[in-house]
Each structure stands twice: as structure tokens, then as C-alpha cells.
């Protein structure tokens, strides 16, 4: 009963569940809608986003910006971001989103570099899980204090709590969580929501 949605959001998804694990790989349009409540509770006016596949939560998390606030994407191939691009220009957006092509890991590096350290006040990481504890690590620089990161799928389709799930990303996820309990520097609470949504606000 609280989606609110349009025909921009709407089609950009219908257009991504028609791609190979595309219903996997997008957020649901109830968790979009979280991120834009998420970056309007925060009074974010810099984002940075790790995993962009087609824009989708791109576009959700640009919506909540100010007119000249700032989303910087992070994705490994421009193959999948192009199709968002229509989009964001459709919602009127596209001039708040700057696309950043490579790994991400070396991107985020690049970031601190170019901008130093606190220069996001909120970050949304859905990227691959096996990387996920490095991603977090340099997000949580670029992070403003009591900025706020949003991770994605860390329930990992309920397999984070099957013991005999072995595989890589799985037991990555674990020792994310893992991590993310007993890391003192934030504060941080799983949402068992989708596929499992984790807030982590960074301490002052």
C-alpha cells in the first residue's frame, strides 16, 4: 500500500526483467522507493552508488536529490547503464548523474583521490558480493561522518544462514555481516527486507 509509482520507473524495470537475471539483479520498486526516502531523511546532496546495471535504483536515488546534487555510479561495462541513460533524461535527472566505467574498486580510489575523504553523504552499494568488504572499506572514506551506506542483498537469498552454502559470494556475504556487527565505527541494523537490506551509519 505505500508504492508509489510512475510510468518512467515502471518501464525502465519492465525493460530490465526482460534481460537475463534482470528481475534478479534490480531492486524492487518498493526498495527504490526506501533509497529516495533514504536520501531525503539524510538531506543527501552527494551520492555514490556501486553497481548500476541499468539505472534503475540510479534513477530512484536521483529523483531524491536536490537540483544540483551529485550521484556518482560505478559499473564495470557501460553495456547495462546505457539503457537507463533514456530514463534519467525522461525524469529529468540525467544532469545529476555522472557514470563512472571500470572497476569498481579502482574507481572508488580514483574518488578519494580526486574529492578526499568525506565527500558523499550516501552510499549504495549493490555490486559483486565476493568484493563487497573492499567496496564497504572505501565507501566508508568517501563517507561523511554520520553519512549513511545502504547495502544490498545481504540476507543473499536466505542461503547467509544455510550452513551447507559454500560458494564464494555466500560465504563472502557472511563475513560481511559478520564484519559489519562488530564494526565500531558505525551503527548498523539488517532490514529483512527484498533480498535483505543493511543501514550503516557512520559514527561522528
Known amino acids: 500500500m505505500s508504492l508509489r509509482d510512475d510510468e518512467i520507473a515502471r518501464e525502465l524495470r519492465e ?49 531524491a536529490l536536490p537540483a544540483d546534487g551529485h550521484l556518482v ?7 547495462w547503464p546505457d539503457i537507463g541513460v533514456e530514463y534519467w533524461k525522461r525524469a529529468g535527472v540525467a544532469d545529476r548523474i555522472e557514470v563512472r566505467i571500470g572497476d569498481a574498486a579502482e574507481t572508488l580510489a580514483e574518488l578519494l583521490t ?12 549493490d555490486a559483486d ?13 568517501l563517507l561523511r561522518p554520520g553519512g549513511l551506506i545502504v547495502v544490498d542483498n545481504t540476507l543473499f537469498f536466505g542461503r547467509v ?13 557472511r563475513e560481511f555481516n559478520s564484519a559489519l556487527r562488530d564494526d565500531d565505527r558505525v ?5 529483512p527486507m527484498a533480498d535483505g537490506i543493511t543501514l550503516v551509519r557512520k559514527r561522528l
Open 15 to 63: 525493460l530490465t526483467d526482460e534481460l537475463p537475471m534482470g528481475r534478479a539483479q534490480r531492486v524492487m520498486p518498493e526498495e527504490g522507493q526506501l533509497l529516495g526516502l533514504l536520501a531525503r531523511l539524510t538531506g543527501a546532496r552527494t551520492i555514490l552508488e556501486v553497481g548500476t546495471f541499468t539505472g534503475y535504483s540510479t534513477l530512484c536515488l536521483a529523483r
Open 73 to 79: 555510479t560505478c559499473d564495470i561495462t557501460s553495456r
Open 114 to 125: 580526486e574529492r578526499g575523504a568525506s565527500a558523499f553523504d550516501l552510499a549504495f552499494l
Open 129 to 141: 558480493k565476493a568484493n563487497y568488504r573492499t567496496y564497504y572499506e572505501k565507501c566508508l572514506a
Open 161 to 173: 544462514v544455510d550452513p551447507a552454502a559454500l560458494d564464494p559470494e555466500t560465504v563472502a556475504i
Open 187 to 191: 551503527d548498523v541494523s539488517l532490514l
